[in-house]
């Protein structure tokens, strides 16, 4: 089973920037897609990006152009980097991965996005 550990979040300003990083406990090399969600209070959790073990990418039509998406094999990491960040970004950012026919989520990291 592989465990993941979200990390990263935290209080910014509209317009700012956070880089929120996504530990597994083993090799990501065999994981097919990797990828992030939100799920903000009173909404369905949505998927926000994801990419590919051949680093193919993904992205809402939400986020494309403010966020970006990457993997890091040799450290068994995915990242998700938010620019240009607006109020209505904030949400629990939960990390998603897909082995096979498993499913494996992260316990998730805040974000909150005001002034």
């Known amino acids: 089973q592989v465990q993941l550990v979200e990390s990263g979040g935290g209080l910014v300003q509209p317009g700012g920037s956070l880089r929120l990083s996504c530990a597994a406990s083993?090799?990501?090399?065999?994981?097919?897609?990797m990828g992030w969600y939100r799920q903000a209070p009173g909404k369905q959790r949505e998927s926000v990006a994801s990419i590919t073990s051949g680093g193919s990418t993904v992205y809402a039509d939400s986020v494309k152009g403010r966020f970006t998406v990457s993997r890091d094999n040799a450290k068994n990491t995915v990242y998700l980097q938010l620019n240009s960040l607006k109020p209505e970004d904030t949400a629990v950012y939960y990390c998603n991965a897909i082995r096979s026919i498993y499913m494996y989520w992260g316990q998730g990291t805040q974000v909150t996005v005001s002034s």
């Open positions: 083993e090799s990501i090399f065999s994981i097919n897609v």
